[in-house]
């Protein structure tokens, strides 16, 4: 049997990180049969893959931005007589939609499934909907990292599952449930020595949790010998707890470079009304202080744009960049299917935007200011984005990132900044002309 195991382009194009989803299934598929045949294909990497392909079945994970050119990729598929099977995060949170593009929608974690899916397709016997199991993470195997090539320069490794809070915004919780699964640490320092590269990311939605400091620790300590740089999110409140000295300067030794943090609004109003105090409900710039004065570089990501959330928000991120010394990555809120947020949201909704506009550049619901005009809001984002992306600015951060991660985390603050200044100049420019053109159009009535 030959399977493909695609990942649709990603919004912003092609991207150094390999999508930790391809080589994973790959390993899944190979303890089920060592003898079925698998490509992998990364579309942002090599967009004319699927007009060559050539296999029996495509397995296509799906995020909400990547889930039309999915769709898109499934059409082409099925008219030469592939099958298509889909799962991933939105196919999980619209399976009836999927379903209309493909012959299998598997809702839910892979592992438990993947087996019968497989099974069923050999069979020629495919059912409609699959549901996985979240089951313990004590027997993964490791990724067949290095297979996927078409240069990607970074591996996952994914370390735990699931979240104890409950910000209104995420997608991740509803997904991977309440309870924390963690791997067992010898695992993951199998996976990791499995890395090709000498520089990896940790794929967790948090890489430390409050209460789990000592975990962190081990974790952390065992991965010492490893001899790799690594860099992840992680959340702040850990941080600023007894043990948080301890689990950062362990964090650091085992190669630690940089935590991109959850930041999520600029006010602590907005913070509040995303219910993410749980996560970062603490004195968020003595936390990220407290980061760098252990030797770790910090990027905050984080929203805009939201209901609660003023013009004044744009400006004010412009000064928390300033005043903090880090770079930091906004974008504009979204409602992703499955969330709290989006049932708060429904019935401000522009319906007519497909899912391809949730990417985080697009303003997707009515905002209660009337000053806030979808066109105000892209147009700040924009702004207030290249802004913080200046060039000045991106070479003051690298001056900033501390010297104990030198010289891979000042290249990596570089490599994290300026490519998206770059896409986010082409992305403004494209938004200006569209908005030009449709007031032309609607000056000639
Ligand atoms: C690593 C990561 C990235 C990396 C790598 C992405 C890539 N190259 O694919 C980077 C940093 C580049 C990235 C970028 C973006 N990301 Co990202 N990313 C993640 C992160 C943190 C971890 C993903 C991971 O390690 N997965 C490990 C694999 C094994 O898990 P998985 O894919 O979920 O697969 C499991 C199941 O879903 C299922 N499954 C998945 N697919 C399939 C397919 C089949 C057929 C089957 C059977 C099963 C199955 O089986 C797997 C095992 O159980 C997740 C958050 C998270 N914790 O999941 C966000 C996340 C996936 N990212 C997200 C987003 C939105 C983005 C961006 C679009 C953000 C933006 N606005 O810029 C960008 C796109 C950049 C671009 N260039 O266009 C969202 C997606 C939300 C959604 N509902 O779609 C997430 C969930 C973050 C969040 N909190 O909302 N991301
Ligand atoms: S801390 Fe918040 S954003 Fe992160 S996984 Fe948990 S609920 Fe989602």
Redo the contacts with the bound molecule.
């Keep these: 049997m030959k399977l493909a195991?695609i990942?649709p382009p990603?919004?912003?194009?092609?991207?150094p990180?390999?999508?930790?989803?391809l080589e994973?299934?790959a390993a899944l598929t190979r303890r089920v049969d060592p003898n079925i045949d698998i490509q992998l294909i990364?579309t942002?990497a090599t967009p004319d893959a699927i007009d060559k392909l050539e296999c029996d079945l495509a397995?296509?994970?799906?995020?909400?931005?990547?889930s039309v050119p999915g769709y898109r990729i499934a059409d082409k598929l099925r008219a030469r007589g592939i099958k298509v099977?889909?799962?991933?995060?939105?196919?999980?949170?619209m399976p009836e939609e999927a379903k209309q593009y493909g012959d299998a929608v598997?809702i839910?974690?892979?592992?438990s499934?993947?087996p019968e899916?497989l099974k069923d397709f050999s069979a020629g016997q495919l059912k409609p909907f699959y549901r996985?199991e979240q089951i313990a993470l004590d027997d993964l195997p490791t990724p067949l990292y290095g297979m996927l090539q078409d240069g990607h320069r970074f591996r996952?490794v994914?370390t735990s599952r699931g979240c104890p809070y409950n910000c209104t915004f995420?997608?991740?919780k509803p997904?991977?449930g309440a309870d924390i699964r963690f791997r067992p640490i010898d695992h993951v320092v199998r996976d990791v020595c499995a890395i090709p590269e000498k520089m990896y990311?940790n794929?967790?939605?948090n890489i430390w949790w409050q209460g789990f400091e000592q975990r962190a620790i081990d974790m952390f300590t065992a991965l010492k010998g490893s001899g790799k740089k690594w860099m992840g999110?992680g959340s702040l409140r850990p941080v600023l707890t007894p043990a948080g000295s301890r689990m950062l300067n362990a964090a650091r030794e085992s190669g630690m470079l940089t935590v991109w943090v959850g930041w999520d609004a600029i006010s602590d109003d907005s913070l509040s009304a995303y219910k993410a105090n749980g996560k970062v409900g603490v004195d968020r710039e003595r936390a990220v202080r407290t980061l760098r004065d252990h030797g770790i570089d910090v990027s905050l990501f984080y929203m805009l744009g939201s209901r609660e959330d003023t013009m004044d928000d744009f400006k004010r991120s412009i000064e928390l960049a300033d005043r903090l010394g880090v770079s930091m990555h906004p974008?504009l809120v979204?409602p992703?299917?499955?969330t709290e947020l989006r049932s708060q949201y429904e019935p401000y909704l522009y319906k007519e935007l497909g899912w391809e506009h949730?990417?985080?550049?697009y303003a997707l619901f009515e905002h209660p200011d009337p000053a806030m005009t979808p066109e105000a809001r892209e147009e700040a984002f924009y702004e207030s984005s290249l802004e913080i992306l200046s060039l000045p600015r991106v070479l003051r951060h690298m001056f900033k990132v501390p010297l104990s991660g030198f010289p891979y985390a000042h290249i990596l603050s570089l490599m994290n900044q300026l490519p998206v200044r770059k896409g986010m100049k082409i992305a403004y420019e494209k938004w200006k002309e569209e908005k030009g053109e449709v007031r032309r159009k609607q000056l000639l009535g």
């Design positions: 195991i990942k990603l919004p912003f194009g092609s991207t990180v390999a999508p930790p989803i994973y299934l990364s942002s397995a296509i994970s799906l995020l909400t931005p990547t099977v889909f799962g991933g995060m939105h196919a999980s949170a598997v839910g974690e892979a592992e499934i993947w899916v996985g996952i994914n995420c997608s991740v997904f991977m990311i794929g967790d939605e999110f974008s979204v992703y299917p499955g949730y990417s985080g550049a």
